[in-house]
């Protein structure tokens, strides 16, 4: 990236654009996805990831706070992960970064971590139905149900949030109605939802959620990543345009 280098070879998370995507998108304060509205300076601001990996989404969000309250701003990053050899190798990636002040890495069980965030952020487990990896690693962080399941995350959001907090998710589009069927049970619903397409003129495979306490209009999006004239459509350049090398 831009600003950081991330190592992932020892990660049960690599890189993925998924990671990327939602470190890109994620709003920071209340408010239109769409708008370009960013955190206002304000007294402190906590944000939680959830299942960190090698710390990519972790980074990119600090890089974005960075931008938007500077260095003098009271902001932390916690970024949490069952695997061992990930929280060290995302505390290795959070050492060599400019923000590394206000990062840190743990290895911990979402379920019993304790807290209060303004913002949490997960590219959580989702093939919850599909056959799992043989790799013990790799599948406890790809699979619901060998780890964190969506209750769980759901559950766990809503009592580490503030009143105002939110929570950012990506997810297959075939596990959306699942995952808000759980969400809402916990009191929770979504302000704003993308749509991501790999290519033009396809289905979309993904989707990101923010969600709130509150219920309200949800706005609606739709990302195309790729098309006929370019690996990375404009609107995908633009969101990733201050991470991309």
């Known amino acids: 990236m831009k ?14 654009t998924d990671g990327v995507l939602l470190g890109a998108w994620c709003p920071l304060a209340m408010g239109s996805v769409s708008d370009g509205r960013e955190l206002a300076a304000g007294p402190t601001f906590r944000v939680l990831d959830a299942g960190t990996g090698c710390g990519l989404i972790a980074l990119m969000v600090a890089q974005r706070i960075d931008a938007a309250m500077g ?26 970064s400019p923000w590394n002040e206000h990062l840190r890495a743990v290895q911990a069980d979402l379920r019993e971590w304790q807290g209060t965030y303004d913002l949490i952020v997960s590219n959580p487990p989702f ?60 009191g929770l619903y979504v302000q ?17 959620l923010y969600m709130g306490k509150e219920q ?6 739709h990302l195309v990543l790729s098309t006929p004239d370019s690996p990375r459509s404009e609107t995908y350049a633009r969101l990733t345009a201050d991470f991309y090398l």
């Open 127 to 186: 093939f919850n139905r599909s056959l799992t990896c043989p790799d013990p690693q790799r599948s406890q962080a790809r699979h619901a149900g060998a780890g964190m399941t969506y209750d769980d995350l759901t559950c766990c959001a809503s009592h580490l949030t503030s009143q105002e907090g939110r929570l950012a998710i990506i997810l297959p589009t075939g596990t959306e109605k699942e995952m808000l069927q759980s969400a809402e049970k916990q």
């Open 3 to 16: 600003r950081f280098y991330v190592r992932h070879d020892k990660s049960s998370m690599p890189v993925g």
């Open 71 to 96: 260095e003098q701003g009271d902001w932390q990053v916690d970024a949490i992960d069952i695997d061992a050899a990930s929280a060290r190798q995302a505390a290795e990636n959070f050492a060599a």
């Open 216 to 221: 309200g209009i949800t706005e609606e999006t």
């Open 192 to 208: 704003s939802r993308c749509y991501v397409s790999s290519k033009q003129g396809t289905n979309p495979n993904r989707v990101m």
